[in-house]
C-alpha cells in the first residue's frame, strides 16, 4: 500500500520570495510517478508537476521544480518567485507505473502568498 | 472539450434523502475515478472505472453508495440513506490509458450537505 505524508499543514510566504513544501512517501513498488497538485479556494485541482520514480532528474515547469530523493522517499515542491496566485491547498500524491491505480494523496498544505 | 464536468456544484439534502452526482469525463479519456474530500483532509479515492467496467472499490465505498458508467462515457454516483458524515465534497477525474500525458485531470467537485 502507499502512503503519503505532509507534514506542514499551513506554511506563508511573502510575494517573490522562495518557499520549499515537503512530502515523504511509502511504496514498496520500485515504478511509480509523485505528483503535485493545487487547489485555489473553491475551484478544481490542478497539476503542478509530475516526476516519474525511473527519471533521476529533477522535474521543473517554469517557477515550479521538485526535489526527489528516492531513497529516502522524499518529493519536496519548490516555487521560486511566489505570486499571490499562488495561493492554495497543494497536495502530494503518488501512482504505481502500471497506469490503472488511482492516485494517493497526502492531507495537503495551506499555502498562503502574502503581499 | 471543455475538461471534467460535474453536476451540481452544490447539493444540500436532508438525512435519509438519496441524492445522485454525474461526471462527465473528457471525451477520449476511458479511466474515470471517483474521491471524496472532507474539510482539510486531502482526496480519498472512492472507485475508478475503465470504460464501462467498474475495477476496484475501496472500503469507504459503503453498500449505501453505487456508482455506474453505463456505455462508458458520463457516470454517476449515487448515495442512498445520506447521513450527516456524508458532507464532502465529491470530486471525479479522468485519464487517458496511454500515451505519455500520464495526467489525472480533475472536475470541479461536488459539493454535499446533509442537514
Known amino acids: 500500500a502507499q502512503t503519503v505524508t505532509q507534514s506542514q499543514p499551513e506554511m506563508s510566504v511573502q510575494e517573490a520570495e522562495t518557499v520549499t513544501l515537503s512530502c515523504t512517501y511509502d511504496t514498496s513498488e520500485n515504478n511509480y510517478y509523485l505528483f503535485w497538485y493545487k487547489q485555489p479556494p473553491s475551484r478544481q485541482m490542478i497539476l503542478v508537476i509530475r516526476?516519474?520514480?525511473?527519471?533521476?532528474q529533477n522535474a521543473t515547469e517554469n517557477r515550479f521544480s521538485v526535489n526527489f530523493q528516492k531513497a529516502a522517499k522524499s518529493f519536496s515542491l519548490k516555487i521560486s518567485d511566489s505570486q499571490l496566485g499562488d495561493t492554495a491547498m497543494y497536495f502530494c500524491?503518488?501512482?504505481?507505473?502500471?497506469?490503472?491505480?488511482?492516485?494517493?494523496f497526502g492531507k495537503g498544505t495551506r499555502l498562503s502568498v502574502i503581499a | 472539450d471543455t475538461g471534467v464536468s460535474q453536476n451540481p456544484r452544490h447539493k444540500i439534502t436532508k438525512r435519509g434523502q438519496n441524492v445522485t452526482f454525474r461526471c462527465d469525463p473528457i471525451?477520449?479519456?476511458?479511466?474515470l475515478y471517483w474521491y471524496r474530500q472532507t474539510l482539510g483532509q486531502g482526496p480519498e479515492f472512492l472507485t475508478y472505472f475503465q470504460n464501462e467496467a467498474q475495477l476496484e472499490k475501496s472500503r469507504l465505498l459503503s453498500d449505501r453508495f453505487s456508482a455506474e458508467r453505463p456505455k462508458g462515457s458520463f457516470s454517476t454516483l449515487e448515495i442512498q440513506r445520506t447521513e450527516q458524515g456524508d458532507s464532502a465534497m465529491y470530486l471525479c477525474a479522468s485519464k487517458s490509458g496511454s500515451g505519455t500525458n500520464y495526467g489525472y485531470t480533475f472536475g470541479s467537485g461536488t459539493r454535499l450537505t446533509v442537514v
Open positions: 500524491a503518488s501512482s504505481i507505473y502500471s497506469g490503472n491505480t488511482p492516485l494517493v
Open positions: 516526476q516519474e520514480a525511473y527519471k533521476q
Open positions: 471525451s477520449e479519456h476511458n479511466r
